[in-house]
């Protein structure tokens, strides 16, 4: 991929970050806070990007999105485990990441990322840049809604048919899968779709649907936040999303490789773990009463499904 075209990719990722975080800030009556940072010289990474957080608003306890754009000599082992030709190879990454961590119980926790990782297998020139691409987007109810799962999927399944119509269900797969507390034998939320190391539609059309899955992430999440928002909740709800908030941590932490790639490389730690919810809670095997909705959750949403 050429160094204009990976310009243009630069230029959609601010573009698609400043369109959420202007949605978002209007909705919940709140600014984000931009935060641009640069690399150092000498460190193991050289780039800069804009953390955009909103914290402490009336619908989001915290919004973090993130623009990043990096270079390095050395792949990290989270980037060569399906590629081990590159093992070592001087790399470009730059992608959009968001995690939204909302108030109110009934509004569901979503997260989305979209990225693309450039490398230059050792000894070849920069014109021999093998280009992939990544992303997704999932949501983790706390109270399921059938019709909030529904509409989710669907506008991910629309995002993708363009592309081909294997995409859609190839991709839930993959999240599901992904998005897995394997030392839980859990599943984090509902799922989404979840891509990586995608390249096999070429640059240009892996590149679109990238695109594709970005644009698409306001009309998948916004409309829920609209319909939850306002719903009465007590101290029993908020107590169940402090504790299931843990299980999104220990994700993150155990066994998110974005997490790990960032870490790896010599990221900037303070926007890597922006993620992170603002108070959690973890309980020592917290008894699920019988019959209840938190009960619904782990019977009827968590356990993987087809939405549609």
Known sequence: MAMTELSGVRTYLLGLQERI???VAKLDGQPFVADAWQKEPGEPLQGSGVTQILEQGSVFERAGCGFSHVRGPKLPP??????PELAGAPFEAMGVSLVFHPRNPYVPTVHMNVRMLAATPPGGAASDAVCWFGGGMDLTPYYGFEEDAVHFHQRCKDALEPF???KYPRFKQWCDEYFYLKH???QRGIGGVFFDDFQELGPDRSFAMMQGVGDAFLQAYLPIVERRQNLPYGERERDFQLYRRGRYVEFNLVWDRGT???????????SILMSMPPLVSWQYQRPIEPGSPEERLYQVFL??????
């Open 21 to 23: 975080t202007g949605a």
């Open 78 to 83: 989270s980037a060569t485990q399906h590629r």
């Open 164 to 166: 081909g119509s294997d």
């Open 184 to 186: 839980r034998q859990e």
């Open 260 to 270: 790990h790639f960032g870490l790896q490389s010599g990221g900037r730690t303070e």
């Open 303 to 308: 356990p993987r499904r087809d939405w549609l």
